[in-house]
C-alpha cells in the first residue's frame, strides 16, 4: 500500500469527512483514520443542522464516508493514530496502534474532544438523551418537562439562564455547595430557578426514563431530563506531540487546540478543525471548519508547488495566551 500522503486526517467525524470531502474534490491525495469515538454517537440525533435536524450521527457519518467513496485520491481507514512526528518538509510520519506507518504533508488534527461529566450512578445510561449537555442540541426535546441543572458557580447560573428558554421547571443541583453569592441566588429566583445543595448519590430511572435525583439523605426530586456541566478535553495527545499551541483554558473546553481564523495551527503543516479547537462544540460549525480547513491546506499545498501566494503562518504570541 502506498502510504504517502498530501495530507493525513486524524478523525472521520463531521470536521474531519467534512474536509476529506473538499480535499478530494480538489484531487489531493488524502488519508481519513477514524478511531470512531465520535462523541455525539450516542445522542438520538442531531439537533439544529439544517437539512438534517434530528438525524443520527452514525447515520451522517456513514452518508459521509459514502460520499468519499466517489473521489478516488480519498481513502477511509479505521483505526487509531498512536504517535504523530514532524520531519523536514514539513512533512510528518504517522503510526498507527496497528503498527501500520503513514507519512503526509499536511495533518488535519479532528478527533473530537471527550466529555468529562461527574461520575454519579445513573448518568451515564441517559447520556445523549435525557442526560445532555447543550440546549442548543437537545432543549426542544425537553422542553416543558422538569428539568435539573448539575452544576455549580458561575456555569450553574449561566445553564439554568440558558435553559429558562425551553422550561420553567428548573432547579439547580449542586451535589454540595453551590458556590453562589446573594446576587447569583436572587437572580436564579427572579428566574424560577431553584438550588439544591443536597448530596447526590443516584439519577433513578423507571422503563429506561430518567425519574428523580436521589440525595443522600434518601430525599427524591423528580425530574425528566439533567442538563449536565461537562469538562471537554482532548482525547489523545497527538497535538501535544506535534507541539501545537493549546489555548488557555475556558469555561468549558480546557485544552482546545489554539487556530488561526483558517484553522492553521502553531506549528507549518499542521491544521485543526472541529471540537478539538472549538470552545462551543457544534456539528455544523464543525462542518463549516473542516470546509474552511481543507481550503487552506490546498492553498498550502499549491504555494509549495507553484509559488502561489498564501499568508504567512501564524504566529500565536505566548504574551496573548
Not at 445532555?132 to 416543558?144: K, L, Q, V
Not at 428558554?165 to 430557578?193: E, K, M
Not at 488561526?260 to 471548519?289: E, K, L
Request: proline share 5%; net charge negative.
Amino acid at each position: 500500500m502506498n502510504n504517502e500522503w498530501e495530507c493525513a486526517i486524524v478523525g472521520g467525524g463531521a470536521a474531519g469527512l467534512s474536509a476529506a470531502l473538499v480535499l478530494g474534490r480538489a484531487r489531493r491525495r488524502t488519508l481519513v483514520i477514524d478511531a470512531g469515538e465520535q462523541s455525539n454517537l450516542a445522542a438520538h440525533g442531531i439537533g439544529g443542522l439544517l437539512g438534517q435536524d434530528g438525524r443520527p450521527p452514525a447515520d451522517l457519518y456513514a452518508d459521509g464516508r459514502r460520499e468519499l467513496t466517489e473521489y478516488p485520491s480519498v481513502q477511509v481507514i479505521d483505526g487509531q493514530v498512536t504517535s504523530a512526528t514532524a520531519q523536514d518538509g514539513p512533512a510528518f510520519r504517522l503510526e498507527l496502534a496497528d503498527g501500520s506507518v503513514h507519512h503526509a504533508r499536511r495533518i488535519l488534527l479532528a478527533g473530537g474532544m471527550q466529555y468529562d461529566a461527574p461520575d454519579i450512578p445513573g448518568l451515564d445510561e441517559h447520556w445523549g438523551g435525557s442526560v445532555f449537555h447543550c440546549p442548543f442540541c437537545h432543549g426542544w426535546e425537553a422542553r416543558d418537562q422538569a428539568l435539573a441543572v448539575l452544576a455549580d458557580g458561575d456555569r450553574a447560573v449561566h445553564m439554568a439562564l440558558m435553559l429558562r428558554g425551553w422550561t420553567d421547571d428548573i432547579v439547580v443541583v449542586s451535589n454540595g455547595p453551590s458556590g453562589l453569592d446573594d446576587d447569583q441566588n436572587r437572580t436564579l429566583a427572579a428566574a424560577g430557578v431553584r438550588v439544591d445543595e443536597r448530596k447526590i448519590v443516584e439519577f433513578a430511572s423507571r422503563d429506561g426514563a430518567l425519574t428523580a435525583v436521589v440525595f443522600a439523605d434518601g430525599d427524591e426530586l423528580e425530574r425528566e431530563g439533567v442538563l449536565v456541566a461537562s469538562a471537554l478535553r482532548q482525547r489523545t495527545d497527538l497535538a501535544t506531540q506535534l507541539g501545537v499551541r493549546i489555548a488557555p483554558p475556558g469555561p468549558v473546553v480546557v485544552d482546545a487546540v489554539k487556530v488561526d481564523p483558517i484553522q492553521r495551527t502553531s506549528v507549518p503543516g499542521v491544521f485543526a478543525a472541529g471540537d478539538v479547537c472549538a470552545q462551543m462544540p457544534q456539528v455544523a460549525a464543525a462542518i463549516a471548519a473542516g470546509s474552511a480547513a481543507a481550503a487552506a491546506i490546498v492553498q498550502s499545498l499549491l504555494h509549495d508547488q507553484f509559488g502561489l501566494p498564501v499568508m504567512p503562518w501564524p504566529h500565536f504570541d505566548t504574551q496573548e495566551d
